[in-house]
């Protein structure tokens, strides 16, 4: 049939028309779309739909003592924010105009709520009682002032707890209550902001600190110490996520899970650490008491055999008056050692053969011209010193006898004397991993001697002209001790991973031998008379014997030495037949009268005597005769706990019938032991003599009283006589002394 054109009406080449229009639209749009601005919905589909190769942050390491105990561990927390312009168009708050009334967020005087009705308002009573309880800095009225301050400042990044880091339990707290728990009722999470990270945590405080080191908390990276030199294990791999929109929620999806870091076993023992610290600490106040002032103080304890560094204290004077761990001056502080030097002089000659033991130099009175310049020794205003052999110049710490005596036999050929020092160790790099440590200064003189003068070697050889780090010192002397063999100070013996170990650090051997057998022998007997016999008495002890050397040396400053203060210290090992440990302290005085032996020497003993006494262990059955009966000197005190100790030495006993806790008074004669139940009169004192302190102080405090004890080991006095009436509260005071 044929069309003909007046069968067709206006009506539909208008539609005909429209919809050409309307596909040609359409055509255009998905052109536009698809090639003009395809950029930008590429990025709206990233930003709101899906967000790829997104980092999933790796848990830090711990960082162990040697025992296993938690030294640095990473926690979160968190920090809170609110965006009281939640809600509001982005035209809105460019230009302007709006309202407060069109936030999400409503604010009264009496109320603070969510969304355009009241469905979850809460009283701003409740709101800032639970976070007083929370965070306590501020009080419920400072914080109904403080988020009233937000809300009129319609602050988009408002901080709920100002200058707190809030902890998981905190945080979960906090999320519970009215207002912020209304927020995990709602679609999304819009106007909360809850920002999360790793918060170093150091269960022992500042013990150690310097060595365990810094983090930058909000970049969580390390900044120093063991966190530093081991942040490659510690920070572990991060993971990869991405996140998708589906259904109006977001969800992230891991596509590489990140691998946590691993565990370091630190060398460093927390008992030994806060003995080290706590003897410093009791030496600056007694040098305060003398009208003295100590600015900085170093303990290093190092375990002979490994190298391993059992305690490192730093500490240095602040403005307030206290002391902090705030430089690792034991790795990073190059100073002028002073007389703890002259054991590498005197043992560089010895090993050369240029010394022997029987040569003999003269200590002129105390004070001798050398080379145009005066040198004394520590005691020449009392007539000093006269002839004395090469023993006798270390056990008295003599600056002319030690220099004259070096300078006597290198003073034509100072570059044998340098290479010499270099060869023992005591210029060793220790090639220790920690960034900022510092390497030993010797000056090596030059061929034409251009940086040489006439006096530089008599000076060097007492300890002058030369810098050495606190860590260097200790690690030569650890040498001697080591018959000669230099161990590289150890710091992390293990790494761990999911509490099995992974890798093992070994013991690294600098030097085989720094010396002949025969001078190191030479030089550890005169390091023995040194605390026997000379300026070093101060640092011994009556239960075993101890070597080192005393050392007291001017600081320099800006003009010279005058007014520089004087760093004092000793370095030695114990017990010296057997060497155990070596230890350094060094005290640096700005001023006050300076004595190594008489400041550092105290604290190196209190140091060797309480790790001596912690380290000892008595395994009594190996001490028996076996054609005799031994009967063990057996304290009065706990009778239950004495059972278990004599029944595991393999003795049998006859016990009277008891309670727990009840406290026996025991006999011995012949080859029995007498046991009798002492009264529980809690009224009355008992004796307590010949306890231990754990078992007096038990006593003391079942009757109500309180105990202090001074010393070591069992009672040997209490203030209060036996069988003395008790008064609750009164304090009884115990002196205790090793038997």
């Known amino acids: 049939m044929k069309f003909e054109k007046k069968y067709i009406s206006s009506q539909t080449t208008l539609v005909l028309i429209i919809a050409l229009v309307f596909c040609v639209g359409i055509l255009f749009y998905m052109v536009k779309t698809m090639v003009f601005d395809k950029n930008f919905w590429e990025d709206q589909r990233r930003n709101n739909f899906e967000q790829d190769s ?35 168009t982005k035209e809105a708050i460019k230009t302007g105009r709006f309202t407060k009334q069109d ?46 301050e937000g809300w009129n400042a319609q602050s988009r990044y408002f901080e709920v707890c100002k200058g707190t880091t809030l902890n998981y339990i905190q945080y979960t707290e906090l999320i519970k209550l009215p207002f912020f728990r209304d927020f995990q009722r709602r679609k999304y999470f819009v106007g909360l902001t809850v ?28 900044r120093s110490g063991l966190e530093l030199a081991y942040d490659s294990l510690l920070r572990g791999v991060p993971g990869i996520k991405h996140r998708r929109k589906i259904l109006s929620k977001y969800i992230d ?17 927390v008992t030994m650490q806060d003995v080290c610290e706590s003897a410093l600490r009791e030496e600056f106040e007694i040098i305060k008491s003398t009208n003295g002032l100590a600015d900085m103080g170093v303990v290093v304890l190092m375990e002979t055999k490994t190298g391993d560094v059992k305690a490192i204290v730093n500490l240095s004077l602040y403005d307030d008056g206290n002391y902090y761990e705030a430089r690792n001056f034991a790795l990073a502080a190059l100073m002028e050692p002073g007389s703890t030097f002259k054991t590498a002089s005197i043992l560089v000659g010895l090993d050369d053969g240029e010394l022997t033991l029987d040569d003999h ?5 105390g004070v001798y011209n050398m080379y145009g310049s005066m040198m004394k020794d520590h005691n020449w205003n009392r007539g000093g010193y006269g002839d004395m052999d090469v023993a006798h110049t270390l056990m008295y710490s003599s600056n002319i006898g030690v220099s004259r005596l070096i300078d006597a036999r290198y003073h034509n050929k100072p570059e044998k004397f340098v290479e010499g020092l270099h060869r023992i160790g005591i210029g060793a790099d220790l090639e220790l991993p920690f960034v900022g440590s510092a390497k030993p200064v010797i000056r090596m003189p030059n061929a034409d001697r251009s940086n040489w003068s006439k006096t530089a070697l008599a000076w060097m050889s007492i300890g002058y002209e030369t810098q050495i780090p606190p860590i260097s010192t200790v690690s030569f002397y650890n040498a001697i001790a080591n018959n000669g063999t230099m161990v590289a100070p150890r710091f992390v013996k293990a790494v761990q991973r999911d509490g099995k170990t992974v890798e093992k650090m070994p013991v690294k051997v600098l030097k085989e031998q720094i010396a002949r057998p025969e001078a190191i022998k ?12 000379g300026v070093g008495k101060r640092a011994g002890s009556k239960y075993f014997t101890v070597a080192g050397k005393t050392g007291t040396a001017q600081v320099g400053g800006k003009g010279g030495y005058k007014g520089g203060g004087h760093l004092v210290s000793f370095c ?31 604290v190196f003993k209190k140091v060797a005597e309480s790790v001596h006494a912690n380290a000892v262990t008595t395994d009594l059955t190996r001490a028996r005769d076996s054609l005799a009966i031994m009967i063990p000197d057996v304290k009065s005190g706990d009778i239950k706990a004495t059972q278990l100790v004599l029944g595991n030495l393999g003795i049998s006993t006859t016990m009277p019938i008891y309670e727990n806790g009840d406290i026996a008074t025991v006999s011995t004669e012949g080859a029995d032991l007498d046991f009798t139940i002492r009264s529980n009169e809690y009224d009355h004192l008992p004796n307590l003599v010949g306890m231990g302190l754990r078992d007096a102080i038990y ?22 006589p036996p069988d003395s009436k008790v008064e609750p509260g009164q304090v009884v005071e115990l002196e205790l002394a090793i038997d």
């Open 54 to 88: 997104l980092t999933v942050p790796a848990m830090r390491g711990n960082i162990l003592s040697a025992d296993g105990q938690l030294m640095a561990s990473s926690l979160p927390d968190y920090k809170v924010y609110i965006d009281f312009k939640s809600g509001l």
């Open 103 to 148: 936030s999400l967020f409503h604010f009264t005087k009496d109320s603070l709520f969510l969304g355009k009705g009241e469905k979850y308002a809460a009283t701003l009573d409740s709101i800032c009682n639970g976070l007083a309880a929370i965070c306590p800095k501020k009080t419920a009225a400072e914080y109904k002032r403080h988020l009233a």
């Open 195 to 222: 920002e999360e990270r790793n918060n170093r945590k150091k269960p022992f405080g500042s013990l150690a600190k310097r060595t365990l080191g810094e983090m930058y908390g909000a970049k969580d990276s390390a």
């Open 253 to 269: 999806l891991i596509d590489i899970k990140p691998q946590n870091g691993f565990d370091i076993v630190s060398t460093i023992d």
């Open 361 to 365: 130099t003269n200590g002129n009175g």
């Open 522 to 533: 030479q030089i550890q007997d005169i390091l023995v008379r040194v605390v026997k016999e």
């Open 572 to 602: 030695g090992y114990f017990p010296a037949e057997n060497p155990q440990y070596t230890c350094i302290v060094a005290i640096r005085l700005k001023y006050g009268l300076a004595s190594g032996g008489g400041q550092a020497g105290p």
């Open 699 to 720: 006593e003391i405090e079942r009757r109500g009283m309180k105990a202090k004890a001074n010393g070591k080991g069992h009672v040997k006095h209490q203030s209060m």
